[in-house]
């Protein structure tokens, strides 16, 4: 039975027919710009202070210019430029008073100028902008800025409203009813909008147009795709989105020309009259038609198609019934999106992108409208940059298929985001350059997701899909707003910041989606659901299979071995069935008496064995390897085997949630306190994992496990940081090489302690030892101080002198404490100050590349390695050299240097390792090692440089805040890497490559910290230069708080 595609590729694919269609409707795309994006100039912010009566005769009489007059007579003008208070208050005073000094008007009117209150502007604003916005014309600013937010918000608002409803009628009526009816209404509301006297009524025509305004674009959308064949669909989709590029060009043009917004809005909603003329130019979507049972009308459209595009429609075609016909009408319906597995899966995650495309793309636009001097020239630049985007998905879609340059295309967009956040301000054109790279992976993530959206959903329910899943890039609207401007009102660049975090994980994401590169457009949800999509897991363990009930008494009275029941019960079934290999299912027989013990299967014959029937296996598997594990343990394989993974997610889970509680509890309560009880709990919990009776317990405890093991790491690092000399803190390294020294020993343990409960008491009983550390180790003197407990300090100072062999001085006798309260660590003090923030963002970057990119190595190694004992211990005795060249390096040239330079090295390595062909194994193990190297030197310092750069009341707390990012590194490491190496064993390296040599850059942006006394407090980091010309000088800063 042909297909509507089989029929188009006779007819024309993309003859004059559909280049008719797809003109006319490119006209409708771009008249969707004034609709989409006119708040930047319907909503102009121009700069604005209060009108004050009497200013004006005064400045005329004393002869003033115009910033005199302002330093005059506006608060805050002079000494802190344009502010809340110059621009939302003025002084409460009378300038028509008589006698008023001209040099010093505020001090003839009272005296001290500082002391004169300050009052609302409650005669209005004096706007300096040659034009009007809906700013200038109902004084939306100060405490009425919010409307303006709810100006762009309300259409966002009908966008999200008007994705399911027009969605539903265009999918149920038709796309060119939609079309027209929509039309109409725009049009009568943007009118409706020029001429009505209230805010509150442009409020709610403005709801109403993107009631409508969103559906009619999506529907144009769908229409256009639905008429032509799948070689030329990629290409008009992406034209389609090409021409709103256009109108942005168009709409910056008129509104230069334009700026007046009444008569701009008018001059855009008047020409889109002539869209009611697509009643005669526009022809119904055959697909649709197919999709109602209309077969007729379906087939009159694709006679005109061959007709108007020169081509003899061949005469089979001309009477061909279709499936549908048969199977009667389908009704879309919401229920469809998720009943079955795979329109489960694409639903959500095509929610998540369009939801992720909308912030980031209006986000960017509107956070370079806060950063920009001209409006037209801003707006003109985001515009070109669209086209770039355009032209690389063209070129590269049809060669390489539309996931890998979506998910590309994102994680782009949100690297940039990150990099122009952390570029100082004074590099003005290397942030300006990062921020359109950024905007040219957005632009593309956003005109991939309209396309492959439409192309992950059958003909019946594929408007309604699209609706509903671009519905979400509606909310995303509705959010953005508040996202840039309330958060650059705490750091300009923090929207940067979460841009970046919901660009990642969307670029995550969509790897999971089927590619739909030459595929037929699916009529039917099953046409879905057949989708083969590759799917990403890591290789099942091998050594096991599925046991036939009654096999393992059948073996007892044979006397088999198990590898002889293996091949005399699992293996025919995988010679007669091919498909299977055993592990996951079995023959859905029993065994009895009767069965032979040298060939049990003769008796179905040769030829009935493929034909008998199959069963899942559930717990009944058998495996080989002579050590238990939690696999084996829980029979973690087949369909359980992503529990596997969760396992180790949960532990990662744990050490993200130790970081924030347990760094908090231990600045706030003490280091030793906190590392006695995570030891105490690491131990516990341990020992309740050896003896769980049941997974979910078992994950439970893993979990708290993770909480607690990761307070005792950063804790016991922290504390041995604090109490050595600032030329002693180098010995955080000696601490990482018995970390080394553990990896070594580990595969030993595991070797020789067959089980994996066995292995898990071994490790978790020494925890209980290190409760001795009560008598032993002491507190941080450092944190005593900060917690205004001198003597306890003083005292242990004295304690360190003797078992040191010095004296200390009466001079030292008494310690100085700061008079200030004493204030808990928070999060807010990591991000106020310009360094702190700067050094905490590119700590948490290089945390989460430092860890990804180590866990991602070592588990790479066990995928092309063979002896997983000696594989391990071989990635922990590389670690050695690490360590060596950090401490022969790291006091001759710093921190910095080596830190930068072993990231891009390890970059470097990972990217010429993908590339080197598998024929020249040394040369490719050599290169790989290399790259372990550096990362291993990276993973090293970057604990250094953390503890080093904070100041004591926040060290902990911000070093298990930054370390934090290396879990979330862990938890997305093995899904990274088992996904991608499913694609090509060596994309991860790529992926690696990109994250490590943009964090080498980054880490240049720090400080350097070698020979400086550790912070005391946050005045003390911003004192720290970060400029190259004061390497290799030891920088001194004033120790406040105590004079040991």
């Known amino acids: 039975m042909p297909t509507l595609d089989d029929i188009l590729e006779n007819v024309g694919e993309f003859g004059k027919f559909q280049k008719q269609t797809f003109f006319v409707l490119c006209l409708l795309s771009a008249a969707f710009t004034p609709v989409y994006v006119g708040i930047v100039f319907f909503g102009f912010v121009p700069e604005h202070r209060c009108f004050n009566p009497g200013v004006a005769e005064l400045s005329q009489r004393c002869g003033w210019s115009m910033e005199e007059q302002l330093n005059h007579t506006v608060p805050e003008w002079g000494s802190h430029g344009t502010g809340f208070n110059s621009r939302c208050r003025r002084y409460e005073v009378n300038w028509n008073t008589t006698g008023v000094s001209c040099t010093d008007p505020l001090g003839s009117l009272a005296g001290n100028w500082s002391s004169i209150p300050l009052s609302p502007c409650r005669d209005g604003w004096v706007y300096d902008s040659p034009g009007t916005s809906l700013v200038t014309e109902f004084n939306l600013v100060c405490e009425d800025s919010w409307k303006l937010d709810l100006f762009q918000s309300s259409v966002n608002a009908g966008f999200f409203v008007g994705s399911i409803n027009i969605g539903y009628i265009a999918d149920r009526f038709g796309r060119k009813f939609c079309l027209l009816s929509t039309i109409l209404a725009n049009i009568v509301c943007g009118i409706l909008l020029v001429f009505v006297p209230t805010y509150l009524w442009i409020v709610i025509f403005r709801f109403l147009q993107g009631l409508v305004s969103k559906g009619c674009w999506t529907a144009g959308y769908i229409l256009v795709t639905e008429v032509v064949g799948p070689k030329y669909r990629r290409t008009v989709g992406i034209l389609y989105q090409t021409a709103f590029s256009v109108g942005l060009l168009l709409f910056d043009a008129i509104a230069y020309a334009i700026p007046h917004w009444r008569w701009l809005q008018l001059t855009v909603t008047l020409p889109t009259c002539f869209l009611l003329l697509y009643y005669w130019c526009l022809p119904e979507s055959p697909r649709w038609l197919i999709s109602q049972g209309k077969n007729s009308k379906a087939m009159n459209i694709v006679r005109e198609m061959a007709k108007k595009n020169q081509k003899k429609m061949p005469s089979d075609f001309e009477d061909v019934k279709f499936e549908e016909e048969d199977g009667g009408k389908q009704s879309p319906s919401l229920i469809d999106l998720v009943r079955t597995p795979q329109m489960r899966k694409n639903t959500f995650i095509l929610m ?223 010679l007669a069935n091919g498909s299977s290999t055993g592990k996951c299912e079995r023959l859905d027989i029993v065994w009895d008496n009767s069965v032979s013990c040298t060939s049990p299967l003769t008796r179905y014959g040769n030829d009935s064995v493929s034909n008998l029937p199959l069963a899942a296996c559930h717990d009944n598997w058998v495996y080989k390897h002579r050590h238990s594990s939690i696999v084996s343990e829980y029979n973690l394989v087949c369909g359980n085997a992503w529990m596997l993974d969760l396992s180790q997610a949960i532990l990662s889970l744990g050490f993200l949630i130790g970081s924030f509680i347990l760094g908090y509890a231990a600045d706030r309560y003490g280091r030793l306190l906190v590392y006695l009880l995570s030891c105490l709990g690491v131990g516990i919990c341990g020992i309740i994992v050896a003896f769980a009776p ?39 390294i000696v601490i990482q090489m018995f970390f080394t020294l553990g990896i070594m020993i580990l595969p030993g343990i595991a070797y020789l302690v067959p089980t994996w409960q066995g292995i898990q008491l071994v490790i978790s009983l020494p925890n209980f030892l290190f409760l001795l550390y009560y008598w032993v180790v002491p507190e941080s003197p450092r944190w005593l101080l900060t917690r205004k407990k001198g003597e306890k300090a003083l005292k242990i100072m004295h304690n360190i002198a003797k078992h040191n062999g010095k004296y200390l001085s009466p001079h030292y006798s008494e310690i100085t404490i700061s008079n200030e309260e004493v204030s808990n660590p928070s999060f ?131 070093v298990s805040l930054c370390s934090s990012f290396c879990d979330l590194g862990g938890i997305i490491a093995p899904f990274l890497l088992f996904r991608l190496a499913a694609i090509w064993l060596e994309l991860p390296l790529i992926i690696f490559s990109i994250l490590a040599v943009v964090c080498g850059l980054l880490i240049l942006l720090l400080p350097e910290t070698k020979g400086i006394s550790l912070p005391e407090t946050v005045e003390d980091v911003e004192q720290i230069s970060s400029h190259f010309g004061k390497c290799g000088k030891k920088q001194k800063h004033r120790d406040t708080n105590s004079y040991i």
């Open 352 to 574: 998540y992108n369009w939801f992720t495309s909308s912030v980031l793309y209006q986000g960017l636009i509107m956070h370079m409208g806060v950063a920009a001097g001209n409006m037209y020239l801003d707006f003109l630049y985001s515009a070109l940059v669209e086209f770039p985007a355009a032209f690389i998905i063209i070129v590269s879609i049809d060669r390489i298929g539309r996931r890998y340059p979506w998910a590309a295309a994102n994680l782009v967009a949100g690297a940039a985001c990150l990099v122009t956040a952390l570029i100082p301000e004074d590099l003005h054109w290397l942030k300006l350059i990062a921020a359109c790279i950024g905007r040219m992976g957005i632009t593309m993530a956003f005109e991939m997701v309209c396309f492959v959206n439409t192309e992950l959903y059958p003909t019946y329910i594929r408007n309604l899909g699209v609706m509903v899943c671009s519905s979400l890039c509606d909310i995303g609207g509705v959010i953005v707003p508040f996202i840039v401007y309330r958060l650059v009102e705490i750091w300009h660049d923090l929207p940067l910041i979460v841009f970046t975090v919901v660009g990642l994980i969307a670029g995550g994401l969509v790897l999971l989606l089927p590619e739909t590169k030459g595929r037929v457009l699916p009529e039917t949800v099953e046409d879905v659901e057949n989708f083969n999509s590759m799917v990403f897991l890591g290789p099942a363990p091998d050594g096991y299979w599925c046991r036939i009930p009654g096999a393992a008494e059948l073996s007892e009275r044979c006397g088999w071995t198990l590898e002889e029941e293996q091949n005399l019960t699992v293996l025919p079934l995988h």
């Open 694 to 732: 049941n997974f979910t317990v078992f994950l439970i405890f893993r979990f708290l496990q993770g909480v607690f093991g990761k307070g005792t790491w950063m804790t016991c690092y922290v504390i041995v940081t604090e109490i050595v000399g600032s030329d002693q803190r180098i010995i955080g």
């Open 828 to 958: 807010l003090d990591l991000v106020r100050t310009p360094r702190m923030r700067r050094n905490t963002l590119v700590f948490m970057y290089a945390w989460f590349t430092s860890a990804l990119i180590y866990q991602g190595l070592v588990m790479r190694l066990g995928i092309v390695g063979r002896n997983l004992y000696l594989d391990f211990f071989i990635s922990g005795a590389m670690e050695l050299p690490a360590a060596l060249l950090i401490l022969l390096t790291i006091d001759r040239i710093g921190r910095r240097l080596p830190f930068g330079i072993s990231n891009i090295v390890a970059g470097i390595a990972c990217l010429i390792t993908a590339f080197l062909p598998e024929d020249i194994p040394w040369l490719k193990t050599t290169v790989a090692t290399l790259g372990r190297l550096g990362i291993t030197v990276s993973f090293e310092i970057v604990y250094l440089m953390n503890s080093e750069l904070y100041p004591t009341t926040l060290r902990n707390f911000g």
